[in-house]
């Protein structure tokens, strides 16, 4: 074998390291410019509208740099979503925390969740009709990002069981996946009947009240 095969690895000496760490912090900075930028433009426009290239002029950037950070736009769409959900499911678990009935902690949760998404309808729009024709490893992937969402409602369900508010044999999962797809569906509401904020609050409600009702406790 050749000496260098057998030669141990050069380390990183101390005045390399901080240039490394100024290199990713510039990439970290890039990227997240590129994210923030294409958010704008989903969010304006929705995903088919938005192009690579507007979305490089909005970081104020070559097209070159976002291909750089991210394969394609489907690649980086789905970076934004993830990055995102995140953030939403964060505003949920916060208004889920809040003094009340089990039906009112969902709803405040759900609330706050139409409230941090509605100014960004396009992108709600572009996110449920992608989700029909992503390929099986975005799906898995999207399904796993989503899964903290679900998790608040699931968390709140729980905590109506040992308040004595649920029956014990209360089926969490399926009741949690009912109420956040009623959430998902009203969202075809703000976008098609102009929906605010009121209405969106007052049907998400009744939603909850009519798929809990038959696991509520009647003692």
Do not use: C
Request: proline share 3%.
């Amino acid at each position: 074998m050749r000496d260098s095969v057998l030669s141990p690895p050069r380390s990183v000496s101390a005045s390399e390291a901080p240039r490394l760490n100024r290199r990713q912090a510039a990439k970290g900075r890039t990227r997240q410019k590129v994210l923030d930028a294409a958010r704008t433009l989903f969010a304006e426009r929705g995903y088919e509208p938005a192009t690579i290239r507007d979305i490089a002029k909005g970081a104020g950037m070559s097209t070159g740099a976002v291909f750089a950070n991210f394969q394609d736009k489907a690649e980086l769409f789905e970076a934004v979503l993830s990055e995102d959900l995140t953030k939403l499911a964060e505003t949920l678990k916060a208004a889920a925390a809040s003094e009340g009935s089990v039906q009112t902690r969902l709803l405040a949760a759900l609330s706050a969740g139409y409230h941090g998404s509605l100014e960004q309808l396009p992108l709600v729009q572009a996110v449920i009709a992608r989700s029909w024709f992503q390929p099986v490893a975005a799906e898995m992937r999207t399904r796993a990002a989503i899964k903290p969402l679900i998790s608040v409602v699931t968390d709140t369900l729980q905590a109506g069981i040992r308040e004595g508010e649920l029956r014990q044999d209360t089926d969490v999962h399926l009741l949690s996946d009912l109420v956040y797809e009623a959430f998902l569906s009203n969202y075809r509401r703000a976008a098609y009947d102009g929906w605010a904020m009121d209405k969106l609050t007052s049907r998400m409600a009744k939603q909850i009240d009519v798929i809990l009702a038959g696991a509520i406790s009647r003692q």
